[in-house]
């Protein structure tokens, strides 16, 4: 066998079995693309003709971090605008993969690392699969996540392979499957713990645990002794025409409830299993994956998705000016309320040393108690170990005193919104702390400026706001004012990035970006509320438009104000008004929140709460209204259009893309639009000029839009 | 070379079956030794400066052997310092830090941490043999036959429960009986109350539990233990909550509610009742030894020298009179008086076995009749109440057996420096007939 490719090595053992070694040249991992399949296939059809192969293993020659193949090349499905060109492509893929299955040499895939998309795809047309347990394999079909379906078979071999119910979640959901559940459900047919090596080469991947297992398999396999894995009774008994027809009901119900039918790839991919199940994987890949996956690719939905995709990608990646000084190690939570905790949960968990600070024990016992609570719960489910879950609680050293802050390198303070205890705060921390330790303020209505103002050292002064709940919440706004010193933004950049969040630079303003866009949003849907339209209606019309689609489920306006509690409401409303008079409160407001009582609610229990009619009838001369259901909507999204603008013109952050981003991460607008101001553009931005004068006649000046 | 410490504290003491009862004594270790990493680093020590540790456990938990090791890693100090645990009963805590103090004056190491860990509540019950005997046969078993023959055989042996064949034993009392006189260690104080020669009442014994008591409530109430105690927010699976205060004492008793508590050990002659003994519990307690040189050129502050350590060995079944022996030993070894002393801590194990401490000390007739045997006939001087335990001891704070050692040493040393005293002397009585007893000294 000759050994002349750019993209593989092989190697052709004594004993008759190849090794494919996948090594992509110009990415730090393997990803399939049109050029690499050609490469593949050619080597494929070499080993096949060879009369001195007797089997093939496939392997992965990426070592820093392991990668089996990460899947396709998104940016080759980006570029597809043609149907047809899809349809052929996939269509030879098919066939490709059609003769490697049907070959007689046998094809082991031997799995370290993430296996991904058209790399698992690939992987399940193999006859066998051997995975390391490296802690960074991990396999899936994330393919619906960027608004298509598998396209290489997967969604006719994986139901065959491991079953319907399993197959049907891990494609409809793109979930991954870590190797002690995938050689559970007979996803992987072997698993074997891993050991590391510093240098991989073809030349000695051989001797390597997984690979030496792969080779014996594929010997064994090439001699008949071991036969592929039979499905089990539970499997088949699951496959039964009436269970069938149920088990897929079920999984277009659930798909229903979760994306609210503005994403088509999950149901497609169930119609392609379903259309599929009965035939061969040939017939149905040809005649059920393929047009659909075409279909999707070329889709707008899709295009946005993928866009999506890169621009996180770019946020993730997001560089830095400067270089942050030193190793950070530990750092400090000033506040364990609710945010601090979790920010305390988060860092622990990463492995970092975090000292929490509030004024009385029970605070921070409240705080951790939360915290072990979580830990516990992860504890239990086997996710983490015993000591990890000892450490992790070990890693938070609550105290009371300053003088513990000493030799602290950066703090978040997490205390309540008050600006006078904030400078406090500030000041008695530059008392004890190092002259060059940072101080990150999770504020949401104050700016830097205004905490940091009476502050010695001001370089150091930063804000970094985290939203609520922080597991779920990826973004973390990092508001960076004319003082704060390049360094302190790295070492900023460089914690968020560790924490596993998005970081978004955004320049010093009230309400940074995510909450001045978003309370447009809010004021209005309580000022339609005081005007006469039904708590109903307003969030229905939103859930409609699909607002926080992405977290699972749709949530309207009031329904937000309900979760993240009208007090810090009040607040940002409060904080925003310098803005101008397009931001202007309402009593309503103060009257939800009475001084001294618990907050009303708009929701109670999955009702509208009487009681807000109540006030609202006794304390505005209330009459209920109707609206038309597009009006509501474009009150809701136009002024937050209007906003975006705003804040694009005033440079609170760079780039367009980037308050897409952040109103889809920190604020649930749907991804499937595309985003704020892409949607608006296609929407046609004189279009919503002139919408918004319209608006502006009828309900105020608060909607004259933004000249630029 | 001398050696000194550096600092040390203790958690709070809390009763079994109270507040500590769900913490593993592992994990409480390693607050404890977190806290000490903390206190260093706020000195800009880093954890590396600790070359060796030693720990001091009694009752070991079954999960983590070696204990000492165990918490200072997870504690935080690296891995690659070693560490052994010690056990020498009631006395571990002395003995550790004498042990400590060997290493560094033999210049083996500069810088040795001592960790206490006793978590009393957490003792486990135990499977009488013959139940165990099963439960073993039933895993060699191999036929489905053998099997439920076994798994009822054990079934109705585990459900006749109260039989004493069956009955679980409790791994408590089986640590606190003596193998070799096969008393608990509340007959052994019963046996020297109930002494002729010494002559100790039961109402002498709880004005002495009630004397601890109120010492102890006034050192609590003025904040002296709060100089001792590092308060810690301890996090379980469940709750967390924050403990900085001893709960064991019973702060507003009066000599009625004592003299109506019931004798435990001889429950029909006895004058030892749970009032007038010490409590059973859980805690945990950090000492930072270092060689004075270190300390120095560190510039960190001292709590106190280490002084000369003697152990003595003892009539088991009257272990309690063990100090005696250690005392005079010390005494004789270091050419020192009870006089230079400012302050005495003696581990109130029992109020019956400190109260024949005193007599047999005081008097020469009771000295030869007791250790004559082990070379001593001359009586010491009588130690005045206003130098012994001034602020309590185990019968009102508890006594968690591995970690009541360093307690006596750290508020020993607390209480020099409030006297402004210079030297202190320590003793505990060992379960098994043994005492030790250690001079600590103010540096100057």
Known sequence: MTSAYRNFKTKLLENGVVIVGFDNQDKPVNILGKEILKEFWLIMLDAFNNKDVKAVVLTSLKNNPPSFIAGADINEIKNITNEKECRILVEQAHKMFRTMEESEKPIVAAIEGVCLGGGLELALACHWRVASDHPQTMLALPEVMLGIIPGFGGTQRLPKLIGLPPAIEIIATGKNIYPYKAIKSGLVDDLVGHAPVDNRKIDTIEKEVFVSVAIQRALELASDKKTRRKLDLKTKIAAWPILRKYTFSKARKMIMAQTGGFYPAPIMAVEAIEGGFRKSVYRGSMENESPKISKLAVSNLSKNL?????????LKRTKTTAKPSGQLQTVGILGAGLMGAQIAGNLSEKGFGVLIKDLKPEFITNGIKRIAENESKNFAKRTITKPEYEQRLLRIYPTLNWSDFKNTDLVIEAIKEVLEWKQRLLSEFENVAKPDAIFATNTSSYTVSEIAENAKNKERCIAMHFFNPLRSMKLVEIGVADFTSPETVAAVISLAKKMGKLPLVVKDCPGFLVNRILSRYLIESILMIAEGIPIQDIDQAAKKFGMAIDSGRTMGPLELIDYVGIGTCVHVIESLKKLGPRIQGHPLIVDMAPKGKDPLRFWLNGKENQAVYQVLAEKHNWTRKKLPENEIIDRLILPMADEALRCLAERIVDSPDKIDLAMLYGAG????????????????????????KELSNKFGSRFEPFES | MRTVIVDGFRTAFCKEGTLLKDVPADFLGALAVREMLK?????????????????????????????????????????????????HNCGSGITAVDEARNLIEKGVYSCVLVVGVESMSRIPLLYSDVVKEDFYSLQRARTMKEKIAITLRLYSKLFRFWKKEYAPQVGLIMGLTDPICDLIMGLTAEKLAKDPSLGITREDQDRFALRSNKLAAKAQEIGIFKQEIAPLIIPTGKDCFYVDSD????????????????????????????????????????????????????????????????????????????????????LKKSGRSISNFSTIEINEAFAAQVLACLKVMSSDVLTKKFFSPYGFDKALVEIDSNRLNPNGGAIALGHPVGVSGMRLIITALKELERRGGESALVSACIGGGQGNAMILERST
């Open chain 1, 306 to 314: 993928i866009n999506i995709f890169f621009g996180t990608e770019d």
């Open chain 2, 39 to 87: 206190r260093m680093d706020n000195w800009n020590l880093p954890p590396t400066a600790i070359e060796y540790v030693i720990g001091s456990s009694v009752t070991e938990p079954a999960h983590a052997k070696n204990i000492a090791h165990v918490v200072s890693v997870k504690g935080g100090v690296p891995d690659w310092v070693p560490g052994h645990t010690l056990n």
């Open chain 1, 669 to 692: 607008f749907p991804a499937f639009r595309g985003g704020l101001l892409k949607w608006a553009k296609v929407q046609g931005a004189e279009q919503i000029n002139n919408r918004l």
């Open chain 2, 247 to 330: 709960n064991g004492l019973r702060k507003f008793s009066k000599a009625e509610i004592f003299a109506r508590s019931k004798p435990f050990f001889d429950k029909r002659y006895g004058t030892v009742t749970p009032a007038n003994s010490s409590q059973i519990t859980d805690g945990a307690a950090c000492i930072l030894l270092m060689s004075q040189s270190k300390a120095h050129t560190l510039g960190l502050p001292i709590l106190g020298c280490v002084g000369e350590y003697n152990v003595a060995g003892f009539d088991p079944s009257r272990m309690g009179l063990s100090p005696v022996g250690a005392i005079n030993k010390l």
